[in-house]
């Protein structure tokens, strides 16, 4: 079997030697993507059979007509996978907020980053429940972390906060500052008097737009994920987090950092004061010649 759709294996250039011939390229391209957008699993399974059996053979086929193709793939499998993380009751896990049945959000922060293999036949549902189910054990009934949680919780902070925090350490991290940033995250929500309870992520920002932000978007984006509006975490996670960015968010660093910017070097360089950040933002500016 291969798996479901990997261009690695099916290329875009078999698809259209066996959809059409030179002439009609772009009528192959508009009918494959308007089947999968319509038709999702069961469309891409068809194909992946097709492909199996076929003899193919070699066609030049435009740039913008495999982009265009790939793009449909991409779009029908993502509805797919979106309609049954909204909508599907996963009833094996407890983590999983039954109050936001109906909303993609639900799932946000529990689908365990790792390396799965989904084969032909293998439904939206069933990948979900995989990925799931593998941070249910690594995570959720992870004895070793089970006493971390509960003095996190000792703390003021449930399963859920956890996993947002740690979502947010997960997109704000250079790969070697994970717990520090935890403790910029604490500091600001258990004493705000330096930032006033904002945490001020950009990550956040990105995740509520769902493009590049701009300037504009700080003051004018209306969203409980703008943290330079709304104090405290976000509704959700944002991300799907890794175990090194939970460990963090469970034992953050003890520091008094409020502050952090990205040096030119490409590693982010903590402060305590908001001068001592304005600082640091100018030199980063200076070094990177903005």
Do not use: C, W
């Amino acid at each position: 079997m291969i798996p479901i759709y990997d261009f690695d294996q099916v290329s875009p250039e078999e698809i259209f030697s066996r959809e059409t011939d030179r002439a009609d390229v772009s009528g192959a391209v508009a009918a494959i993507i308007a089947d999968v957008r319509q038709n999702g699993d069961s469309a891409l399974l068809r194909y992946a059979r097709d492909f199996d059996h076929a003899e193919l053979t070699a066609v030049e086929v435009p740039r913008e007509a495999m982009e265009a193709a790939a793009r449909g793939l991409d779009s029908g499998l993502r509805a797919v996978l979106e309609e049954a993380a909204a909508n599907y009751e996963f009833v094996d896990y407890a983590f999983l907020d039954s109050d936001l049945l109906g909303d993609v959000r639900r799932v946000e922060g529990y689908l365990y980053p790792d390396t799965y293999q989904f084969y032909v036949g293998r439904s939206a549902v069933a990948a979900l429940d995989s990925m799931l189910s593998n941070f249910n054990s690594r995570v959720y009934s992870n004895g070793e972390l089970t006493p971390l949680f509960e003095e996190a919780a000792a703390r003021g902070y449930d399963f859920s906060d956890i996993i947002t925090i740690a979502s947010l350490i997960e997109e704000e991290t250079d790969g070697t500052d994970r717990d520090k940033i935890a403790s910029v995250i604490y500091n600001r929500l258990e004493r705000p008097g330096e930032t006033g309870g904002l945490l001020q992520i950009d990550a956040a920002l990105v995740y509520a737009a769902g493009r590049a932000i701009t300037q504009e978007d700080y003051t004018t984006l209306d969203s409980p994920y703008n943290l330079y509006q709304h104090t405290g975490l976000p509704p959700t996670a944002i991300s799907n987090p890794g175990m090194s960015s939970i460990t963090a968010a469970l034992q953050p660093a003890e520091t008094d950092y409020y502050y952090y910017v990205l040096g030119a070097d490409g590693k982010h360089v903590f402060s305590e004061t908001l001068s001592e950040h304005q600082q640091n933002v100018a030199a980063a500016s200076a070094a990177s010649g903005d």
